[in-house]
């Protein structure tokens, strides 16, 4: 067994806390970034649909799960899981999740470190009256350099690892609770000008009017992808978080407005970006380019926009943050209660390794960019496996494990913090856990990954 001081762990200070946490985490990227050029890519508002109802049906579930097993367990996923069942090979669930941690801190930090190149060229005037095509060309030059997409994302992989060093309360707690609430009020800000944009009209159309034609299986799995992607599920990022969280939190209400927060960040997202995008005459399908260039758009279009656009993308830079450490404090714990390092010599050599697989997702589109595995860039492999296949995965067997392998009168406990609180959601809860969503992800999965038809 490992000599890690369980009892000398760190929690969270508070219930707001708690939830800052947890939606830093969930807040980020995939909202800003991933969730518009994916719902760009795959049908528009029948992609939204789907995404609703699986957020509700699986997401929810999922996250509450994760949340009961850490804060039963009061361990990193690994440990969680080995403790739970200690003899059968469930810590493989948490081993999937450290080997997603990595993969997804790499291509996610290279995303981190384009919007530093942009806060560094909104500064030096670089953006400044550039129309959609000439941002569209600073973009592709960009990702193709070889050093810089490298430079920022070592510059923020170092962030990261600061934070994470400074330890859970001081570090992690207190860097989300201020600056969320201002990325919120700029995004809203951003979406009235842009729905005002001659032409907004049919960006709204295709982000609301669902066009079922265009749904395929693929589609479902994607939506599945950036549901789970999102939420910062099925990777033990909750399990993690979940094990710093005061025995008298309701996990249920925590969950449910981590997502719906989450949700809204994304919903608004869209609205900000896809009026702009057709007013501008961009495709919404441009992949990861859609949201470095239709923003910056934006911004062209109001006065003293280079303000708001210093802001807009130094508070982005911000929330990615607080969803990087939630992805390193995963692996920092691995590391820390399971191969018995200081939390230091964790950090230290989580960051060393993530060099290796961040510049090369990093330079995907540089030196890199003939290194292939399934026709997909580095970058690319990393993006689609972990959200479509470790994460849903993930998911699956959290939820069939405490549906099935595990008491259901511990995890009404936990749910119930002992008895204290009412839990009528029960029965429902524990139906979703055991039956619809693991059938809907194995469906889903299957069919999306194109091993059976339907
Ligand atoms: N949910 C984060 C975002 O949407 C990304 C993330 C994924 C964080 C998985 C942790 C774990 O930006």
């Not at 609301?208 to 549901?227: C, E, W, Y």
């Not at 990777?235 to 949700?263: C, E, H």
């Not at 943050?321 to 992805?327: D, Q, R």
Request: hydrophobic share 55%.
């Amino acid at each position: 067994m490992s000599g890690f001081d369980f009892s000398k762990r760190d929690s969270f200070g508070s219930r707001m806390g708690v939830i800052m946490a947890a939606a830093g985490s969930a807040v980020g990227l995939g909202n800003i970034w991933r969730f518009p050029y994916i719902l760009g890519e795959n049908g528009g508002g029948a992609f939204l649909i789907i995404y609703l109802v699986i957020i509700f049906a699986i997401g929810i579930p999922v996250m509450m799960s994760e949340l009961v097993i850490g804060r039963r367990t009061q361990r990193n996923p690994v440990g969680a899981f080995r403790m739970l069942s200690s003899r059968r090979p469930w810590f493989l669930v948490g081993m999937m999740g450290i080997v997603a941690a990595f993969m997804i801190l790499a291509f996610y930090t290279a995303v981190a470190g384009w919007t530093l190149e942009y806060i560094y060229q909104i500064l030096a005037g670089g953006i400044q009256g550039k129309s959609s095509a000439e941002l569209t060309v600073m973009f592709d030059s960009f990702r193709s350099e070889s050093l810089r997409p490298a430079l920022w994302f070592s510059i923020f992989l170092l962030a990261t690892a600061g934070i994470v060093l400074g330890g859970v309360r001081k570090g992690i707690e207190k860097s989300t609770k201020v600056l969320m609430p201002l990325l919120f009020i700029l995004l809203v800000l951003m979406c009235i000008k842009s729905l005002t944009l001659p032409g907004a009209g049919r960006g709204v159309e295709f982000l609301f009017r669902p066009d079922f034609s265009k749904i395929t299986g693929t589609t479902v799995l994607m939506a599945l992808g950036q549901a789970f992607f999102s939420l910062s599920i099925g990777m033990g990022t909750l399990i993690t978080y979940g094990s710093y969280i005061p025995a008298d939190n309701k996990l249920a209400s925590t969950a449910v407005q981590v997502s719906m927060v989450d949700l809204f960040i994304a919903v608004l997202a869209g609205l900000a970006i896809f009026p702009a995008v057709f007013a501008f005459g961009i495709s919404p399908a441009s992949g990861e380019a859609l949201t470095f260039i239709v923003l910056p758009g934006i911004f062209q279009q109001v006065s003293g926009g280079m303000i708001f656009a210093f802001a807009f993308f130094f508070l982005l830079a911000i929330a990615a943050l607080t969803s990087t450490i939630s992805v390193m404090e995963v692996i920092v714990a691995y590391f820390s209660e399971q191969l018995n390092m200081s939390r230091r010599t964790a950090i230290i050599i989580a960051t060393a390794s993530m060099f290796i697989l961040g510049i090369s997702a990093s330079l995907s589109w540089g030196v890199m960019r003939d290194v292939k595995l399934f026709n997909l860039n580095i970058f690319d492999l990393f993006n689609f496996t972990t959200a479509n296949i470790l994460l849903p995965l993930g998911g699956l067997l959290i939820v069939a494990f405490l549906g099935w392998f595990f008491p259901g009168h511990a995890v009404r406990d936990e749910l119930s913090n002992g008895g204290t609180l009412r839990v009528r959601y029960y029965s429902l809860y524990r139906f979703i856990i055991r039956f619809i969503a693991p059938v809907a992800i194995a469906l889903v999965f299957l069919n999306g990954l194109g091993l059976l038809r339907f």
